[in-house]
């Protein structure tokens, strides 16, 4: 079938089913003669009378119902089909390349993403544990998930979280022998898990306390050094020394008294995860629908 005849019988079938050529004009955008000029070249074409025309209506001739019966579903299923394929092109897809540290991956990316994932089977998300500031942009990294106050201000940044809290912690075993401190100075008399971490230039991580307006940053020793927060957990699940984590990360465990709290009234709160990206970055479906999903809408 030639490109001319496909558009003059959709031409045809419009005037057939309005049964008017102003209406069936109008639908298509064209004028009234036009349209008349196209369905009379068709008829031309193929030898036949297609339409009975009349001042006051439109209807088919036998010939005209025979093909506007024939043709008419043909061209709806096409019609179909060409919206299922646009439906499956607009269908959310891709892969989503995000970086967060441990403890953020497990506690706001998995649950977000065991809602979002089921319900989009073509969205593929890579999560990458890294504790340090990664350039997601030079990283061709899509998105990261930082506490808000080391978002930079040239990123959007979504909260995807409440404030975070800082908790100093150690097990009962740890404290049988020792005095709970009162005060983040006297933190220099026990033995502390320290942490390192690229953020810092590769140095020890100060540990940060704030009370009344007044901030201490305490440079604290111990005998174990690591680079995660899992393995800080477990070492003062272990009793080898006190850990500062955040709140979340160990609320079960003192809960269940397997850890201690101390120095609470020196932790207070501070802006919590967000989840941050380049400004110029144009969503996808796929990462606006991860947006919404880990979005933080307060309890």
């Known amino acids: 079938m030639k490109r001319d005849d496909a558009g003059d019988l959709l031409a045809f079938l419009a005037v057939a089913r309005e049964r008017s050529f102003t209406r069936a ?6 004028t009234q003669s036009a349209l008349s000029q196209i369905v009379r070249n068709l008829e031309e074409r193929i030898g036949v009378r297609l339409l009975n025309r009349t001042t006051r209506s439109v209807t088919p001739t036998q010939a005209g119902e025979r093909l506007f019966l024939s043709i ?6 096409m019609d179909a089909d060409l919206a299922a394929l646009s439906e499956l092109r607009e269908k959310p897809a891709g892969t989503i390349r995000l970086t967060a540290g441990e403890y953020a991956a497990n506690a706001i990316l998995f649950p977000a993403l ?13 999560v990458i544990v890294d504790y340090g500031l990664t350039n997601i942009v030079a990283q061709q990294v899509d998105a990261g998930i930082r506490p808000g106050e080391l978002v930079a201000k040239d990123m959007i940044a979504v909260r995807v979280s409440s404030d975070l809290r ?3 912690v150690g097990s009962p075993a740890y404290f049988a022998s020792r005095k709970r401190p009162k005060m983040p100075q006297d933190l220099t008399s026990h033995n502390c898990l320290n942490l390192r971490l690229p953020t810092h230039g590769g140095s020890l991580y100060a540990w940060e306390f704030e009370k009344n307006g007044r901030e201490l940053n305490v440079r604290v020793e111990g005998q174990l050094v690591f680079n995660s927060a899992g393995l800080l957990l477990e070492g003062a699940l272990k009793g080898l020394g006190l850990a500062y984590l955040t709140e979340g990360h160990v609320q079960s465990f003192i809960a269940k008294r ?8 020196w932790c207070p709160p501070f802006s919590g995860y967000h989840l941050y990206y380049p400004s110029r970055r144009q969503p996808s479906p796929a990462f606006s629908l991860l947006v919404d999903a880990l979005r933080y809408r307060g309890k």
């Open 166 to 168: 800082m908790a100093v």
């Open 114 to 126: 065991s809602r979002l994932l089921p319900n989009y089977p073509d969205i593929n998300v890579e």
């Open 258 to 265: 397997q850890l201690v709290r101390v120095l609470t009234d």
């Open 72 to 77: 008419g579903p043909k061209f709806s299923e």
């Open 25 to 30: 004009a109008a639908q298509l955008g064209m």
